[in-house]
């Protein structure tokens, strides 16, 4: 159940990420389901190996290519899935933010509900 929670949450998610990042479209809320279950299945399998591969620029960044990372799997995701465009490379890199902290702020407020039951 916590994970067909999370799944709609990172889909509307994305759908917020549109409102907010011009050039980052999703055409339906079907489309945002199934782009949200690719980016996760990416995340899973690519994710890692990409970390690992750019460690040494991750550690001179202190972090923010990491940002990167995530926009290239927005952009392999948006190759897959049709209803899913980014405008340019930027876009992508913008929308790894936004979509960070909207992922970080639903975090934080679930993190607080479950400290307060």
């Given at each position: ?34 782009v ?18 750019t ?58 509900e479950?400290?307060?039951?």
């Open positions: 159940m916590r994970l067909l929670a999370e799944w709609i949450i990172k889909a509307f998610i994305l759908l917020i990420t549109t409102r907010l990042v011009p050039g980052f479209t999703i055409d339906s809320w079907l489309t945002a389901l199934v949200a279950l690719v980016l996760g299945i990416l995340n899973t399998v690519l994710k890692p190996i990409l970390v690992l591969l460690l040494p620029a991750t550690i001179l960044t202190l972090g923010l290519f990491m940002f990167v990372i995530n926009a290239v799997l927005l952009i392999l995701t948006s190759k897959f899935v049709t209803g899913f465009q980014i405008e340019s490379f930027g876009t992508a890199i913008i929308a790894s933010i936004v979509i960070s902290l909207l992922s970080l702020l639903v975090n934080m407020v679930f993190k607080s479950e400290k307060n039951s």
